[in-house]
């Protein structure tokens, strides 16, 4: 099938330009020197300089590592609860769809939605409400994550484990939880980029005071392209490629313990 | 049980107005309709788009070693875990009357003036398509990669063309892949206020717009939530179908 193929491998390019194209200039851009960056002036690290010593990106960034840790620490504690528990009740598909709705429902809708519980029951918006959402959101990957993995998991061993004399909670430390342990770095991992890269959810619940990164990066995009946010933006393009290779290997190396 | 109360209290909004069906009757007001059709054709277009160029990425990459399989899914899944915002503004630099693509034109001779690019509903659309692209790409190399390489082979063998061998029987097999990439494509797409607001600079007004501007512009809790409703049965309504067409797909094959 020599012709057809040739015509997805061009397709296949074009694709690969269009996925690249767009960052790779923001990279390229990132490194001019003019304070106009769609004009170039030359190669230079001038604003990389310049951006340690902007305050309010510096401090979000701060707030926002800080919601994605609480935020990770949450939903795998609760996620991981959850789906045991889902698991030991031998819960059907309404359950399990449930436990994984805020995943699939647009995040519009579980923003606002989240906004109006916050309202009603008087929680002022802050950082303390943007981590309860993005539990609540992180939660239910962490559950679809983990409950693919229990699926695998043969019953009999933790069976085994209680015959021989082992109490619920050796059975859970010892056999359930190292069984288990891919399936939680993997949700960690999810969870910690999810809460890092949201912004959705972030601008709806929380208050003016302590924007997070990415609600930094939308007001300054909304005012057009600017040196810092190039910058900003390969920072943040290098963070995520290394991350992925990183949850890569992590994932190598947990699936093969 | 944290989950119901969000759902269920994102329909009626924080505020304490006595149920009634007032604001979906203000809803059907032509202008909120056709912001409504608006969206739908926008996100339509988005999910075709990919389909179109993402069907032929999936094929071509299902049929390479596992190696290169491997390889190329990183790099289409990369930009993907890139923060979106980014990824948008990305194109706000590209599509610029002072931006690459103008410059590009302008040098090479083809135009004299620059091409109001950004702030246009095509803008909107391939803005989207970049960001969800990835999403349409997976779910059919994972379908395509399941199809037993001797089927297609056989068909190949047995006369039919390479196009109809593509038609008659990878098209067929790859379907439920495709409609999940639909649904995965169209879904985000629909209910996206960032990129029509940025590149689409307020004339391409979609739902999101209109969601975000009640709740955080006219302090319209209840009538931003009924667009958030309408906006969830829209797309319930989407994904039943979907999974109804691909239940039909699986019985035929």
């Keep these: ?257 | 049980m944290l989950f119901m109360s969000v759902l269920t209290a994102g329909r009626f909004g924080g505020v304490n107005t006595p149920i009634n069906f007032d604001n979906f009757s203000r809803a059907t007001d032509s202008i909120f309709v056709q912001v409504i059709l608006n969206s739908l054709l926008i996100a339509g277009a988005t999910a075709i788009l990919s389909l179109l160029i993402g069907f032929p990425t999936a094929l071509f990459i299902s049929r390479l070693s596992r190696k290169w399989q491997i390889i190329l899914i990183v790099a289409i899944i990369l930009p993907y875990w890139t923060n979106f915002l980014v990824r948008t503004y990305a194109w706000l630099v590209l599509l610029n009357n002072e931006g690459i693509i103008n410059k590009f034109l302008r040098n090479i001779g083809l135009i004299d003036k620059p091409i109001e690019m950004l702030y246009t509903s095509g803008a909107v659309i391939v803005g989207m398509t970049y960001l969800y692209l990835p999403l349409m790409i997976l779910p059919i190399y994972a379908a395509l990669e399941k199809i037993d390489k001797n089927l297609t082979e056989a068909a190949y063998d047995l006369g039919s063309s390479a196009w109809k061998s593509l038609r008659t029987v990878s098209i067929p097999l790859a379907m439920p892949g495709i409609l999940i990439g639909l649904i995965f494509v169209f879904v985000p797409s629909l209910g996206n206020f960032v990129v029509p607001e940025l590149l689409g600079g307020g004339k391409t007004v979609m739902i999101g717009n209109l969601v975000r501007d009640q709740f955080l512009k006219a302090r319209d809790w209840p009538f931003g939530a009924t667009f958030a409703l309408i906006l969830t049965l829209i797309l319930v309504i989407l994904i039943s179908l979907q999974s109804y067409v691909s239940k039909r797909v699986n019985i035929n094959a």
């Design chain 1, 1 to 257: 099938m020599p012709k057809k193929i040739n015509l997805s491998l061009i397709i296949t390019l074009v694709v690969l330009v269009f996925l690249y194209l767009p960052i790779m200039t923001v990279v390229g851009l990132s490194f001019n020197t003019s304070s106009n960056s769609l004009i170039w002036k030359g190669f230079g690290f001038d604003w990389y300089q310049n951006i340690w010593t902007n305050e309010p990106i510096i401090s979000s960034f701060q707030r926002t590592i800080f919601v994605a840790l609480v935020t990770t620490f949450f939903s795998l504690l609760i996620g991981t609860t959850i789906s045991i528990g889902l698991n030991k009740m031998k819960a059907g598909g309404f359950l399990r769809t449930f436990s994984t709705a805020p995943a699939i429902v647009p995040d519009l809708v579980l923003a606002i939605g989240l906004l109006t519980t916050f309202s009603t029951i008087s929680l002022s918006l802050n950082l303390r409400t943007v981590i309860i959402s993005h539990t609540v959101f992180c939660t239910a990957f962490v559950v679809a994550i983990v409950l693919a993995r229990i699926g695998l998991m043969d019953p009999s061993i933790e069976e085994a484990s209680t015959d021989l004399g082992a109490g619920p909670f050796k059975t859970l430390f010892k056999v359930t939880i190292p069984q288990l342990m891919p399936a939680l770095i993997a949700g960690a991992v999810l969870s910690f980029t999810l809460s890092m890269d949201e912004f959705v959810i972030a601008f709806f619940t929380n208050g003016p005071e302590t924007p997070t990164l990415p609600m930094v990066i939308y007001s300054m995009i909304r005012f057009g392209v600017t040196p810092e946010i190039n910058v900003l933006g390969t920072l943040l393009l290098a963070i995520s490629f290394v991350g992925v290779i990183l949850a890569q290997r992590i994932g190598k190396v947990a699936d093969s313990i």
